[in-house]
T-cell receptor, first 116, second 109 residues
C-alpha cells in the first residue's frame, strides 16, 4: 500500500516569509493529522481532520498557522509569517477508524523547515 | 489536557542486555498505545502497539505491557543489538495520538 506522501522534504525560508506544506494520506484513511517535531522532542499535534472537518486544533497557533483539507483527501499546512521558533520537522500522519477510535497511525517522511 | 510522560530520557545498555522504557498517561479513556522507533532524520516507525483490552503483547524481541489501573505501559527489548539504537516514543490515543518526550537508546557493542 502506498504510504503517506509529503512535500517538500526540505525548506529554508527567512523569518516573516510564508511557507506551505502538502500531504496526501493513505487511501481510505479518513483521519489526517499534522504534527510539529522540534529537534529532541516528541511530535506535538497541531491539527486533526476527520474527512474535511477539523476535530482538534487546540494547539495550532492560529495567528500564523492555517490548515485545510478541502476535499477530505490531501491537506495543506501554511505558516504566515514564519518565526525562528517554527524551525522543526512537520509530520503528516493518517489513521483508520474502528468503533470510533483511531488506529494504525502512519507517518509521512516529514518536511524539515529551517527559518533563518 | 491529555499528557504522556516517558522515562528515562536516555538509556545506554550493552549489546545483549535488556532495555525497558516506561510511560504513564493521563487520559483514562485512552484505548490504544503504540510505540515508535525514530532513527535520525527519518519518520517515526511503528514497532509494536497494544489495545486496552490486552495486558501484554510480544513480537520477537519486543514486548509491551499495559496496566490500565495504574495508567502506565512499558516497552521491553530483549537481547539488544546495535541496530536497536534510536529514539523511541510511546504514545496514547483515544481519538488523537499524544506522544511522550522520547527515549534515546544507545546499545554499545
Amino acid at each position: 500500500e502506498a504510504g503517506v506522501a509529503q512535500s517538500p522534504r526540505y525548506k529554508i525560508i527567512e523569518k516573516r516569509q510564508s511557507v506551505a506544506f502538502w500531504c496526501n494520506p493513505i487511501s481510505g484513511h479518513a483521519t489526517l493529522y499534522w504534527y510539529q517535531q522540534i529537534l529532541g522532542q516528541g511530535p506535538k499535534l497541531l491539527i486533526q481532520f476527520q474527512n474535511n472537518g477539523v476535530v482538534d486544533d487546540s494547539q495550532l497557533p492560529k495567528d500564523r498557522f492555517s490548515a485545510e483539507r478541502l476535499k477530505g483527501v490531501d491537506s495543506t499546512l501554511k505558516i504566515q509569517p514564519a518565526k525562528l521558533e517554527d524551525s522543526a520537522v512537520y509530520l503528516c500522519a493518517s489513521s483508520s477508524q474502528m468503533g470510533g477510535a483511531n488506529y494504525g497511525y502512519t507517518f509521512g517522511s516529514g518536511t524539515r523547515l529551517t527559518v533563518v | 489536557g491529555e499528557n504522556v510522560e516517558q522515562h528515562p530520557s536516555t538509556l545506554s545498555v550493552q549489546e545483549g542486555d535488556s532495555a525497558v522504557i516506561k510511560c504513564t498517561y493521563s487520559d483514562s479513556a485512552s484505548n490504544y498505545f503504540p510505540w515508535y522507533k525514530q532513527e535520525l532524520g527519518k519518520r517515526p516507525q511503528l514497532i509494536i502497539d497494544i489495545r486496552s483490552n490486552v495486558g501484554e503483547k510480544k513480537d520477537q524481541r519486543i514486548a509491551v505491557t499495559l496496566n490500565k489501573t495504574a495508567k502506565h505501559f512499558s516497552l521491553h527489548i530483549t537481547e539488544t543489538q546495535p541496530e536497536d539504537s534510536a529514539v523511541y516514543f510511546c504514545a496514547a490515543s483515544r481519538r488523537k495520538l499524544i506522544f511522550g518526550q522520547g527515549t534515546t537508546l544507545q546499545v554499545k557493542p
